[in-house]
């Protein structure tokens, strides 16, 4: 442990914000959370966030570089390495069979089920962690064979082709090599790995960001899709403000550590309540331009 952080007031909202929220289930809680990089001086990246998902959202999380947004997303799925230490709160995941999971009291072979399993994560490099001298096939099995130790392998080569159809790569790249595969295509095939035990939760931070957009496009067509099919809910972290604003259902802006707004995304583009956030929109000059272009408009054809 170390030393706590100062408590804020906690993130603006208008009362619409309070109206999305009727009716929608949480998948995950995170209540208070501080996590610091125990360097010298220590650096308090997350202070005190309070946090709901819930099922089948997209959040998105805006900030700029530094805000501590990657430090959070890690520390909900228990990813966090030393020198970060989550200081003090509680993660809880609510599970669909209806149990809660104290996400911050798992280990060893609780918490490995847990990951991938209930939350998995995407993030900027995942390409770079294939195997470069593993087929993809055998990626892919490897995933049930740890997970899904009775499935029978038949039916792990049909759940592998499968999946790669989902996210847009002919299955015949099943005995393909990483090095044998464009960027986008190993995105793709890490996104499928992420899918594969159809989590409740998808943590994607920055997920296609060293894409180029035509390729960063398609792949964003297919998670929004994939969303409306299997109903998970999805942390979006991007700097691309805009894109955010296209596909999330509600934006949490963060600053120094903080979440200081938290509102609907048409909400956050419309009527963005702090200082911050307006800062934040005034960046991208993109945004100034014909209003409510960006909006989603609930039909995942928004995604362009
Ligand atoms: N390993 C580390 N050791 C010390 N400080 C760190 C470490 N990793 C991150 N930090 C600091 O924690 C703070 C939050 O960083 P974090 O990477 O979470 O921000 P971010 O909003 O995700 O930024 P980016 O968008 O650039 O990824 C920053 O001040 C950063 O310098």
């Given at each position: ?145 740890t997970h899904r130790p009775g499935m029978p392998r038949k039916q792990m080569l049909a759940e592998a082709r499968e999946l790669l159809r989902m996210v ?137």
């Open positions: 442990m170390s030393a706590t952080a100062t408590r804020s007031a906690g993130p603006v909202s208008l009362p619409s914000h309070e109206t999305y929220l009727k009716g929608l289930t949480p998948v995950l809680t995170a209540t208070d959370v501080s996590i610091d990089y125990l360097v010298d001086p220590p650096v308090h990246a997350v202070k005190n966030v309070s946090l709901t998902l819930h099922r089948g959202e997209i959040l998105g999380l805006a900030g700029e570089s530094g805000c501590g947004k990657s430090t959070l997303a890690y520390g909900l799925n228990r990813l966090l390495k030393p020198p970060a230490d989550l200081a003090s709160g509680a993660v809880t995941f609510h599970d669909e069979s209806g149990t809660d999971i104290d996400v911050l009291g798992l280990s060893g072979e609780s918490l490995r089920v847990f990951r991938w399993d209930k939350i998995s994560m995407v993030f900027q490099g995942a390409m770079n962690s294939l195997n470069p001298v593993i087929s993809v096939k055998r990626q892919l099995l490897d995933v049930f064979t847009g790569v002919d299955p015949n790249r099943l005995d393909s090599f990483a090095h044998e595969l464009s960027g986008g295509m190993r995105q793709r095939v890490m996104i499928a790995m992420a899918l594969a035990l159809r989590p409740q939760v998808m943590i994607m931070d920055e997920p296609t960001t060293a894409l180029d957009v035509v390729v960063q496009r398609g792949i964003l067509r297919e998670i929004m899709r994939l969303r409306e099919q299997f109903g998970f809910a999805v942390v979006f972290i991007t700097h691309d403000l805009p894109l955010l604003l296209e596909i999330s259902d509600r934006i949490a802006v963060m600053l120094q550590g903080e979440i200081v707004e938290l509102n609907t995304a048409a909400d956050l583009y419309e009527r963005p309540q702090h200082e911050y956030t307006r800062r934040l929109l005034a960046s991208f000059p993109s945004l100034t331009g014909d209003r409510g272009a960006f909006i989603r408009t609930g039909e995942t054809e928004g995604v362009a």
